[in-house]
């Protein structure tokens, strides 16, 4: 069974974005969680995965059709941010975009 969850960039009655992180695997069960920043959603997509050994398979990305280019671009700058951290932190790239192609 693969293990796949969705994270859809949604906007607040605010105008402020949240994602809602779903575990879709389990058809009879999906559980949701929504994240206000980008450490709420690491914090819980580390939980979920918790569930399956820490291994998941597929992370499909969705927003609203009320998501502005601008809040993508603000998200966008943020993880890649935070991914440069942690890899910074352990040293080796965590994901296969960041590796280097030889």
């Known amino acids: 069974m693969a293990v796949i969850f969705t994270s859809t960039i949604k906007l607040d ?29 690491e914090t819980k997509i580390e939980k979920l995965g918790a569930d399956y050994g820490g ?13 502005s280019l601008i809040v993508m671009d603000k998200i ?6 935070q991914r440069a951290t942690i890899e910074e932190k352990l040293g080796e790239p965590i994901t296969p975009v960041a590796e ?3």
């Open 13 to 41: 009655d605010s105008g402020k974005w949240f994602i809602e992180l779903k575990d879709i695997t389990d058809e009879a069960d999906i559980r949701c969680e929504t994240c206000f920043d980008l450490d709420e959603y």
């Open 55 to 67: 291994h998941i398979d597929e992370v499909k990305w969705l927003k609203d059709d009320n998501v």
């Open 76 to 81: 966008r700058v943020a993880m890649a941010e």
């Open 100 to 102: 280097k192609k030889e």
